[in-house]
């Protein structure tokens, strides 16, 4: 009987001609009581190292669902990938051993999550919380631990360090905890950080200083950044690049500023409409009408046709690809032309 080998991860300083992280053809799907819901149909995006992907779209667009297959941190059952690749440096993740991919995690791929105050612990301190990860991962010592925790609460920017790495995480206003959230993400140095909606219920002021201290971060250390968010306003200056989801497939991938130049999408270009402009200032904004598909029964044809003011015959019966229609943009609509005319009017 002929032996299936297992991949090897790649080190750390093995040289790469291929992307940090690719996604291939990634479907994801979970078995309920009401049936199978196809949380993810078909994604596909690269990231190279110092690079920032944006993942746009609505709630239930499969933004998250995607991230959380890339962690290794679905729930399997009632969650099944029936097919796709996550490969990070060349080595298909979904075919290493759970050791193995326990290594990934945290070490190699972090994520930080989108409820600070969910995410950590309440009863241990936060000094405690980002420690552990030296204590497990490291084999340090509970006093050196502690000290690293101190340097990498200095890094993310809470004051006083020393004198709060023995604070509970309710004693943290948002921002400090989603500064702790940060740090023990970047506790072991990891080559791709994803941001799962990092600034939600964040206020304005402080929403800028937590994707300020991302941007510094990785250029410290070249790590490749997920931006996951439904906020366009938040990616503008951050981004290289966006892949804009819905109805959990990728509609729309472009360079940033073809983005927002002029989107080949019609939800990508809703989006961008329903954003507040100070030239628009006492006029009707924009919204979208309708609401997202059922990811249990979406509609035939194009996901977006009941919601698109560019539906014709043919969307509402045959489902478009991903049409290139550049040497690094995409878009998942037949009409796309259109849609592009429109948005450079």
């Known amino acids: 009987m002929k032996k299936t080998s297992t991949p090897v991860l790649p080190a750390r300083t093995a040289p790469g001609d291929g992307p940090l992280l690719a996604v291939d053809d990634l479907h994801v799907e979970f078995a309920t009581r009401q049936g199978v819901v196809k949380a993810v149909n078909g994604v596909s995006y690269s990231l190279n190292p110092g690079e920032t992907l944006a993942v746009l779209g609505e709630s239930g667009s499969g933004k998250s669902v995607t991230a959380q297959a890339i962690m290794g941190i ?43 105050l969910s ?20 084999g340090m010592s509970r006093r050196d631990a502690t000290k690293k925790a101190i340097e990498l609460m200095d890094r993310v920017r809470i004051p006083a360090a020393r004198q709060r790495v023995n604070d509970y995480p309710h004693q943290f206003s948002g921002g ?3 500064r702790i959230m940060i740090a023990m993400a970047i506790a072991l140095d990891p080559e791709v950080l994803i941001a799962d909606e990092p600034t939600t219920a964040l206020d304005v002021t402080v929403q800028a200083q937590i994707m300020e201290l991302l941007a510094e971060l990785q ?10 968010t439904h906020d366009l306003g938040v990616v503008a200056d951050v981004a290289d690049k966006i892949a804009v989801m819905y109805g959990g497939r990728i509609v729309e991938n472009a ?3 073809d983005i927002y130049r002029s989107p080949a999408h019609p939800y990508t270009k809703g989006l961008l409409d329903s954003i507040p402009r100070v030239d628009l200032k006492g006029q009707e904004l924009y919204a979208i009408k309708g609401m997202p598909p059922n990811l249990l029964d979406m509609p035939q044809g194009c ?5 698109c003011p560019y539906r014709q015959d043919n969307c ?9 229609i550049g040497p690094t943009r ?3 609509c037949h009409y796309w032309r259109e849609v592009f005319d429109d948005s450079r009017r």
Request: glycine share 6%; no cysteine.
């Open 330 to 332: 995409g878009s998942a």
């Open 303 to 307: 996901a977006f046709h009941p919601r």
């Open 219 to 228: 250029r410290e250390s070249n790590m490749g950044l997920i931006l996951i």
């Open 255 to 257: 360079l940033v500023h």
């Open 119 to 138: 995410a950590l612990n309440p009863v241990f301190t936060v000094g405690w919380q980002i420690s552990e990860m030296f204590r497990v991962h490291r």
């Open 176 to 178: 400090m905890r989603q």
């Open 74 to 116: 679905l729930d399997m059952p009632p969650a099944r990938i029936p097919r796709g690749e996550i490969r990070f440096r060349g080595t298909d993740l979904l075919r290493l051993p759970e050791d193995q991919r326990a290594q990934v995690r945290g070490q190699r791929i972090s994520m930080i999550f989108q409820d600070a």
């Open 316 to 324: 509402v019966t045959d489902a478009p690809p991903l049409y290139e």
